[in-house]
């Protein structure tokens, strides 16, 4: 039987793919998650003036800080209240993209980047307490290629497991894009509770 921590990191990886996927294509272009992008990004914008590319990216790293710290002062342990909490951000954006028919505007636009950005900030604390990574998956690759290379014994498995789950979830959220614009941040919804039902039910704490 696969291991519930093992679910829940896969669904979270996955959720978190989604949801990047989600604001890069439909938030002003920068990522929910992927700090060193969206630093790379507000470089470039510094570089060329594009304000249009500084604003978003700003943004998001504020936002997924905001998030971080928030999680870490109000959860200090356990993982179903942080998940639940992101779960409340991730709800209110999918209510907010549906009820402006998947045209927020640009301001809404940039709230709702901030609200999924705060939301993958927190996921990133409750991965820490699974042990797995979920949105930080550069240094998941760095490690894995590191023990590969090296021959030392790691969690190359786990690494190429939350990497596929990051890619997949990107890859659903494109499809389903294509098939309803609307229903898009229903799947990063729909792939937490997966990971909050596994979690409850089999009391991963």
């Not at 700090?35 to 978003?56: E, S």
């Not at 939350?162 to 389903?176: E, M, P």
Request: hydrophobic share 60%.
């Amino acid at each position: 039987m696969v291991k519930a921590e093992v679910v829940v990191a896969t669904a979270l990886a996955a959720c978190a793919g989604a949801v990047d996927l989600f604001a890069l294509s439909e938030l002003g272009g920068a990522f929910a998650s992927v700090v060193t992008g969206n630093l790379v990004n507000t470089g470039f914008g510094l570089g060329t003036a594009d304000v249009a590319r500084i604003v978003p990216s700003v943004t998001a790293v504020a936002a997924f800080g905001v998030g971080v710290v928030a999680w870490t002062l109000v959860w200090r342990r356990g993982l179903l209240g942080p998940l639940c909490a992101e779960l409340v951000l991730l709800l209110g954006v999918l209510a907010w993209w549906v009820a402006t028919g998947a045209a927020p505007g640009h301001a809404g636009a940039l709230v709702l980047l901030a609200l999924a950005a705060v939301a993958m900030g927190g996921q990133s604390i409750a991965a820490l307490r699974l042990g797995a990574a979920t949105t930080y998956l550069t240094g998941a690759l760095t490690n894995a290629l590191h023990d590969l290379v090296s021959g030392r014994a790691g969690s190359r498995r786990a690494a190429v497991r939350q990497l596929l789950a990051l890619v997949l979830g990107a890859l659903a959220a494109a499809g389903l894009r294509t098939l309803s614009r609307t229903a898009l941040p229903a799947l990063p919804v729909a792939l937490l509770l997966v990971a909050i039902i596994t979690a409850r039910r089999r009391r991963v704490s």
